[in-house]
Structures are given as structure tokens and as C-alpha cells.
Nanobody, 118 residues
Framework: QVTLVESGGGEVQAGGSLRLTCTAA????????MQWSRRVPGGERERIAL????????NYAESVKGRFTISRDNAKNTVYLQMNNLKPEDTAVYYC???????????WGHGTQVTVSP
């Protein structure tokens, strides 16, 4: 059974930082690139960061580039998202999961809420 548990969210003021953690189980972690996505209420889910299997490559959405850093620890089946210089528009629920081909049903955890006040 695949499980994805996101944590580390909270409420911060603009300019602050948070570090999100996602612990995965139930699949071979090192077989997959991992990604973080976020969803605002009533909005589409936006993929914001990806890290390849052995951390060779990272990709970021323009909206977070230069402020967020994705990383992973394959020994712990864990992926992280360091978020700096947070902005109110970063307010969303954040999710992690494997980066599967578009159209492939994916796995989702409960997410972790990030709220950034002006």
C-alpha cells in the first residue's frame, strides 16, 4: 500500500520560511522522480518542483524558482521542500508524490497546509 505523508506546513508571515517533509512508503522510492504540487482553494493543482531519482536534476515552476529548493534522502524515503521568502500567493495545500507520466493515476496524501499572511 502506497502512503505519502506530508508535514511541516503552518502559518508564517510574508518573507518567512518553512521546510516541508514528505515520507513515502509502499513503493521503490529510488525508481521514481518525486515532485511537490500545490492547490489553492477552488484552483487547479500546480506542480512546483521535481527532483530526479538520484538528485541529478531539479526543476521548478517559475512561480517558485529561486525561492524554493527540493531535495530528497533516498535512505529515508523522504523528499523535502525548503521554502524561503514566502509570499501570500504561496498559500495552498502542498502535496508530494511520484512524478508519473501524464494521464497515469497517481497517489496522493492528505497534504500540508501553508498559509502566508501579508
Amino acid at each position: 500500500q502506497v502512503t505519502l505523508v506530508e508535514s511541516g506546513g503552518g502559518e508564517v508571515q510574508a518573507g518567512g520560511s518553512l521546510r516541508l517533509t514528505c515520507t513515502a512508503a509502499g513503493f521503490t522510492f529510488t525508481d521514481y522522480s518525486m515532485q511537490w504540487s500545490r492547490r489553492v482553494p477552488g484552483g487547479e493543482r500546480e506542480r512546483i518542483a521535481l527532483v530526479t531519482r538520484n538528485s541529478e536534476t531539479t526543476n521548478y515552476a517559475e512561480s517558485v524558482k529561486g525561492r524554493f529548493t527540493i531535495s530528497r534522502d533516498n535512505a529515508k524515503n523522504t523528499v523535502y521542500l525548503q521554502m524561503n521568502n514566502l509570499k501570500p500567493e504561496d498559500t495552498a495545500v502542498y502535496y508530494c508524490n511520484p512524478a508519473l507520466p501524464i494521464g497515469t493515476p497517481n497517489y496522493w496524501g492528505h497534504g500540508t497546509q501553508v498559509t502566508v499572511s501579508p
